[in-house]
């Protein structure tokens, strides 16, 4: 089993910043062995790939937050985050991670992230 518990989410004014957070735990998580994400879904849509980190770590954003956001991980915490600045009301989402870019089927609670002023 695998678990992933997210949190630091919260509400912020637009330009601002928060520090999410993803503890793992699970005989079936190699977490230093996959690529990890973060994911978003904002009100009635799907869920989306946000940033990757590969245990080489190597990032990948997609467009709408590069130069904003960064990913890192901790391996021996198990443990991946993302520092997200300059927030917009656009990233307003429910945040979940994940091994990236092909999510294992078992999904946390997510943590809740609203930028607005």
């Known amino acids: 089993q695998v678990q992933f518990v997210e949190s630091g989410g919260g509400l912020v004014q637009p330009g601002g910043s928060l520090r999410l957070s993803c503890a793992t735990s699970?005989?079936?998580?190699?977490?230093?062995?996959?690529?990890m994400g973060w994911y978003r879904q904002a009100p009635g849509k799907q869920r989306t790939l946000v940033a990757t980190?590969?245990?080489?770590?190597?990032?990948n954003y997609t467009d709408s937050v590069k130069g904003r956001f960064t990913i890192s991980r901790d391996n021996a915490k198990k443990t991946v985050y993302l520092q997200m600045n300059n927030l917009k009301p656009e990233d307003t989402a429910v945040y979940y991670c994940?091994?990236?870019?092909?999510?294992?089927?078992?999904w946390g609670q997510g943590t809740q992230v609203t930028v607005s002023s």
């Open positions: 980190i590969t245990r080489g770590l190597s990032t």
């Open positions: 994940n091994r990236g870019p092909t999510d294992l089927g078992t």
């Open positions: 699970g005989s079936g998580l190699l977490f230093g062995s996959y690529t």
